[in-house]
């Protein structure tokens, strides 16, 4: 059979029409509009009409997004559609990534690349996320899919060089190898069965557009690298890891001199470098395609001012592994970043880095204020000072992530009223119920103006000392949003009553250590089939109550884990989802399964 | 303070002013609260009927999974020891290299001479500015170069093993004898350290060697340095 591109509307000859009833003209003609929606909201919007609006759907659609992997089993989604180029999936839920699931909890891709491979021979992109992928994973990928172009795992786990080895050498046509916060599976004490995968691409010209592995932690073949960079003419995103050192980044970036992002590695010098060997000429000053910025892994601060040229450009800048530079000098690079949409910085950035980042980023969109360690010895390096200074400078702020040891609702206030564009607010006060740090009053009224405020919210996440009217806020005013995180806050059930009634839009609820039980729980009963998960850790929940829930709701699976030796009522964790698949059967022992 | 507007249709809204509860109902409003959040926790805290301490108290608690939401690989990534304190001038485990060639931005005068070690192919470099005596050099030196050993024992090098740190050799390099402090000046000849006041030796010294004490039989072994 053809390989047809569906993307691209077939072309119907007028005879073809002529000649055909008109139900079939109409599904010919549909099928050629259908082609034109890409968005999957509206994709799914458009199934739901009617079966033939479905049916044609299901023949046209080329991207598939599965937000669980375990909502849907892969034999149904390739039963229903037959002609996938991309496909993205999810599978963990977010606070795995801080350790709170056992290590063996699941999301395997394998299930679902048995499937992909005989149904979607021509598949060309996958995207994963917080899944598990092994190298007989990546090994059987680059078998089986011989047009594919892009693999991008973000957050995932199980593979490790030899995998990557495989994609190398058998994805000919591949554009994209992004590797994000992934953990590749490396011995670290001697680097034993590590595989040179650099040197595993083919000869002669690639075709690698992005190249992003900073977080695989392995030594590197240099020589290759540099090799492949000069053979991949459209290479335009390069993010090396920590083994790259300044010297060999220059060279890249000589051969390289269109990159548009970079990730600079260690930004450091090997340790046996002598004296006469530090000339380096900085190539950022005669770059002129950079707008992406990051790395600075092991920096050594000496060499800061080279990337000074640049700045002026730079849209995009991650600088929140720079640790061991200090204000002062995070102060003299944001100054120069006019341009400036995105700031990812440690809080060493300090309050005064804030207002010059304020002076400075006119155009900011997103800030994110990370925290790197439990204890700096510092108080407080970053406050309400800060961001207030942040709120009245960066007015179009959209979204805003701030890790801090204290704050006040005043500032939160102030944020909600000069950012109304604000769509995310994420503020993670460290110490654990703590109230406003001027005043001394609950959160409450600052979380109330963001949601009051800010009309286009759509995803909050908030800690600090809140009680219900905090939660009676979110309810009343956030209609928008779709992921609410909830940390050590709340009173009584009626706050999760009111959030779970009133957020109409609420996909994503995630709550730990909360005091709501079964009460709250079953005032969502309504609303739990519109949602994609709900986790509740360390609240109040009991056993009795989610096994009701899910006897009463028969597409909802209710995973629990309580590790107590004795057994208690109370659950520590409830991860709850809507399925549309039998309950599944690779959860580790810990992790009950009531459906 | 912040009023509550009575009127509140969404359409209408344009300032929206917010009000804590009736004066005085807040203290005991927040005492009850707390109890009920605290009832049960494992992190058991004193009672805190007194919000207005600082915060400190509060957060002494046991250690709690997953919070702060830090992912555990960017503890891993960032390199060097776990423990990074935020300004450069604390930093003393793993100095960093600084050149005469590249201009310094902000640190002041700098003095950095090479250190080599005896079995140790890799060297360091050390800012003696740094420092204003004899001790804090030789206990720097040792931190230094202890991860260092230590690794070489273990067949690997890669230098940036925190895990190391954790099972250092026991006692100090130099302070117990085993190893000396040797320098070069500026007029080529071999000195030990300790031998002349410190502000001579930092405006003399070119480059620094630890050498095994039994391979300088000229020396005294585990002669004092001040």
Redesign the interface.
């Known amino acids: 059979m053809k390989n047809r591109n569906a993307t691209k509307p077939r072309n119907y000859p007028l005879s073809e029409l002529q000649s055909h009833n008109p139900d079939h003209v109409l599904e010919i003609v549909l099928e050629t509009v259908l082609q034109f929606l890409t968005s999957r909201r509206d994709r799914n919007a458009a199934s739901l009409v009617c079966k033939s609006w479905w049916r044609t759907d299901a023949l046209t659609r080329s991207e598939l997004f599965i937000s669980n992997c375990y909502a849907i089993s892969p034999r149904r989604v390739v039963s229903r559609f037959s002609r996938i180029l991309s496909v993205t999936i999810k599978g963990k839920p977010r606070l795995a990534d801080f350790d709170m699931l056992p290590a063996d909890w699941g999301a395997h891709f394998s299930q679902w690349l048995t499937a992909f491979s005989t149904a979607y021979p021509w598949l060309e992109k996958v995207h994963l996320k917080r899944m598990s992928v092994t190298d007989d994973d990546l090994s059987l990928l680059g078998d089986s899919f011989a047009a594919f172009k892009e693999l991008v795992l973000v957050s995932c786990e199980g593979f490790g060089t030899p995998g990557l080895a495989a994609v190398a050498t058998k994805c000919r046509l591949l554009r994209v190898l992004d590797l994000e916060e992934s953990l590749v599976d490396i011995n670290v004490s001697d680097y034993s069965g590590i595989v040179d995968w650099i040197s595993c691409f083919p000869e002669g010209e690639t075709h690698l557009e992005s190249l992003v592995f900073d977080s695989v932690f392995s030594p590197i073949n240099l020589e290759a690298l540099e090799k492949l960079v000069a053979r991949s003419p459209s290479l335009k995103r390069l993010r090396v890891n920590g083994h790259v050192k300044i010297f060999h980044l220059y060279r890249l970036m000589h051969i390289a001199p269109h990159l548009t992002d970079l990730g600079t590695g260690s930004f450091d010098v090997p340790e046996d470098t002598e004296d006469d060997e530090l000339v380096f000429e900085s190539p950022f000053a005669a770059s002129k395609s950079l707008v992406c910025l990051s790395g600075f892994r092991d920096i050594l601060p000496e060499y800061l001012p080279d990337i000074y040229p640049v700045c002026g450009n730079l849209t995009f800048l991650d600088f929140q592994y720079a640790d061991i530079i200090d204000t002062d000098q995070i102060k003299s690079v944001v100054s120069r970043c006019h341009k400036l949409q995105t700031l990812w910085v440690r809080d060493a950035i300090f309050d005064e880095g804030l207002q010059v980042v304020a002076q400075t980023c006119k155009d900011l969109r997103e800030l994110r204020v990370y925290h790197l360690h439990a204890s700096d010895g510092v108080e407080a390096p970053v406050s309400e000072v800060g961001l207030e200074a942040i709120s009245r400078g960066c007015r179009k702020l959209q979204y805003i992530m701030f890790f801090c040891q204290r704050m006040t609702n005043a500032a939160v206030v102030a944020l909600s009223r000069n950012c109304p564009n604000l769509v995310v607010f994420r503020l993670c006060i460290i110490g654990r119920y703590m109230p406003d740090a001027l005043t001394q009053p609950p959160m409450d009224e600052g979380v109330g103006a963001i949601v009051m405020n800010c009309k286009k919210l759509t995803r909050l996440d908030v800690s600090g000392f809140l009680t219900d009217r905090a939660f009676s806020y979110i309810g009343k005013y956030g209609k928008l949003i779709r992921t609410l995180s909830v940390n050590f806050a709340g009173d009584t059930d009626l706050g999760l009553k009111n959030v779970l009634q009133g957020c109409t839009n609420l996909q994503k609820l995630e709550i730990r250590d909360g005091p709501f039980g079964d009460g709250a729980l079953c005032c969502g009963l309504q609303h739990f089939y519109n949602m994609r998960f709900l986790w509740m850790s360390s609240c109040k929940v009991t056993r009795q109550a989610c096994q009701a829930i899910a006897q009463t709701l028969p597409h909802l699976v209710l995973e629990v884990i309580n590790t107590a030796q004795d057994p208690v009522d109370d659950v520590e964790l409830l991860y709850m989802y809507r399925s549309l698949d039998k309950p599944r059967d690779d959860a580790p022992k810990l992790v009950t399964v009531l459906h | 303070m912040?009023q509550r507007s009575h009127k509140c249709s969404?359409e209408e809204?344009k300032k929206?002013e917010?009000r804590?509860g009736p004066p005085g109902e807040?203290d005991s409003?927040?005492e009850k609260?707390?109890k009920?959040?605290k009832k049960e926790?494992d992190?058991s805290q004193p009672s805190c009927t007194n919000?207005?301490n600082k915060?400190?108290k509060?957060?002494a608690?046991s250690p709690?999974?997953?919070?702060?939401?830090?992912?555990?690989?960017?503890?891993n990534?960032?390199?060097?020891s776990?423990?990074?304190?935020?300004?450069?001038s604390q930093?003393v485990g793993q100095e960093?290299?600084?050149?005469?060639?590249?201009?310094?931005?902000?640190?002041g005068k700098d003095l950095f001479v090479?250190i080599n070690m005896d079995g140790v192919?890799?060297?360091?470099k050390v800012d003696i500015n740094a420092y204003d005596s004899y001790e804090k050099l030789s206990s720097a030196v040792d931190d230094l170069f202890r991860g260092l050993l230590e690794a070489e024992i273990?067949?690997?090098d890669?230098?940036?093993?925190e895990?190391d740190k954790g099972i250092m050799m026991k006692g100090s390099l130099i302070g117990s004898g085993e190893y000396t402090l040797v320098y070069e000046d500026n007029e080529g000849d071999k000195m030990l350290v300790g031998d002349v006041p410190w502000h001579m030796f930092v405006s003399t010294v070119k480059r620094v060697r630890v050498s095994k004490s039994s391979d300088l039989p000229a020396f005294n072994p585990g002669s004092k340095k001040d």
């Open positions: 912040w969404l809204e929206l917010l804590l807040e409003y927040n609260s707390m009920n959040v926790r992190e919000l207005t915060s400190q509060r957060n608690t709690v999974v997953g919070w702060p939401p830090i992912r555990s690989c960017r503890k990534i960032a390199s060097g776990s423990s990074k304190p935020l300004t450069e930093h960093k290299v600084a050149t005469s060639n590249k201009p310094i931005s902000n640190s090479k192919p890799i060297g360091r273990n067949l690997s890669n230098n940036k093993q895990e």
